[in-house]
């Protein structure tokens, strides 16, 4: 089972769409929980952090994290064709809290 | 708002040349971080810097790498001897306090695509 794992989409969703976006993790260990926003041919730009179990929200955004179930969500309210990008779960261990680990990213078309 | 910045955005090398890929973190940051992005690929770490020492490195990053940060300001990814496959994205970030610390950003850069030919 690879480390962390998101569907590659493309995920295609009109104007206004709830979004769900989400990533598995095989490693207990990790303990911290990111989304990071990446456009094409851009660094990524880091959208929410958690640390704990449950819901976290920021504006339109809102990170949910189960650690029993080694899941992670992001939900994207009224979605803008401007979060059109490829959105990119990275998690971290307690130990090892230099190293973040990515998810391979989904990437979503907001359609006008 | 402040930014990291790479030079260059894009450099074409031959096989087995040396490149040294350029950063300038932010201020006021202490942590430094170089990640790459094979094309289409995800990204993966691979060192980080803090106090004039590198503090945590990925199996990646092995002896054809090195990272310095020559004066106050630059912080550089040097890879030596360079491979087909070393061709990616390589972005360079930036931190005030690590990682692991609650509510802390990290700032990447653009980038700098390398092309290995």
């Known amino acids: 089972q690879k480390e962390v794992e998101q569907d590659p989409g493309p995920l295609s969703v009109p104007e206004g769409a709830i979004v769900s976006l989400n990533c598995t993790y095989s490693?207990?260990?990790?303990?911290?929980f990111m989304w990071y926003r990446q456009y094409s041919r851009k660094g990524p730009e880091l959208l929410m952090y958690t640390y704990s179990s449950g819901n976290k929200e920021d504006g339109r955004f809102t990170a949910q994290v189960d650690k029993s179930s080694k899941y992670i969500s992001l939900f994207i309210r009224d979605s803008q064709p401007s979060d059109s990008a490829t959105y990119l779960c990275a998690l971290l261990t307690e130990t090892s809290y230099d190293k973040v680990i990515f998810g391979p990213g989904t990437s979503l078309s907001v359609i006008p | 708002e402040p930014e990291v910045t790479q030079t260059p955005s894009h450099q074409v090398t031959q096989m087995g040349q040396e490149v040294i890929l350029r950063c300038v973190p932010i201020s006021n940051h202490l942590y430094f971080y170089w990640y790459r992005q094979i094309l289409g690929q995800k990204v993966e770490f691979l060192v980080s810097?803090?106090?004039?020492?590198?503090?945590?490195k990925s199996e990646i990053f092995d002896d054809q790498f090195s990272v310095e940060r020559p004066d106050g300001s630059n912080f550089t990814l040097k890879i030596r001897s360079t491979k087909l496959e070393d061709s990616a994205m390589y972005f360079c970030?930036?931190?005030?306090?690590?990682?692991?610390?609650?509510?802390?950003?990290?700032?990447f850069g653009e980038g700098s695509w390398l092309t290995v030919v």
């Open positions: 490693n207990s260990a990790f303990q911290y």
């Open positions: 970030a930036s931190s005030e306090v690590g990682q692991g610390l609650s509510g802390n950003t990290i700032y």
């Open positions: 810097f803090y106090n004039n020492e590198i503090s945590e």
